[in-house]
Nanobody, 116 residues
Framework: QVQLVESGGGLVQPGGSLRLSCAAS????????MTWYRQAPGKERELVAT???????YYTDPVKGRFTISRDNTKNTVYLQMNSLKPDDTAVYFC??????????WGRGTQVTVSS
């Protein structure tokens, strides 16, 4: 049974940091591209950061220089280190695993709220 479980969200003040984790099971984690998405209230889900099976990374422009995606294949876990958080980063953050068009899995998300 495939599972992706996000954790690490919460309430943080502007300028603060959080580290999100996504623990995976039920598939060969090391072979999958892992992506963090986020969805703010009233907005469409957007890609935040991606890490490939070979550790190549991509970031959407608003988070470049502030967020870092990484993976630990020994723990079947992908991380998103978020620094210098802004109110605009407030959203539900989702983890996605993908290997092909027919192998795409989603977690249920974790809420991140940036507010003073």
């Amino acid at each position: 049974q495939v599972q992706l479980v996000e954790s690490g969200g919460g309430l943080v003040q502007p300028g603060g940091s959080l580290r999100l984790s996504c623990a995976a099971s039920g598939f060969v984690f090391s072979m999958y591209v892992m992506t963090w998405y986020r969805q703010a209230p009233g907005k469409e889900r957007e890609l935040v950061a991606t890490i490939t099976a070979l550790d190549g990374t991509y970031y959407t422009d608003p988070v470049k220089g502030r967020f870092t995606i990484s993976r630990d294949n020994t723990k079947n876990t992908v991380y998103l280190q978020m620094n210098s958080l802004k109110p605009d980063d407030t959203a539900v953050y989702f983890c996605q695993a993908s290997a092909s068009r027919n192998s795409i899995y989603w977690g249920r998300g974790t809420q991140v709220t940036v507010s003073s």
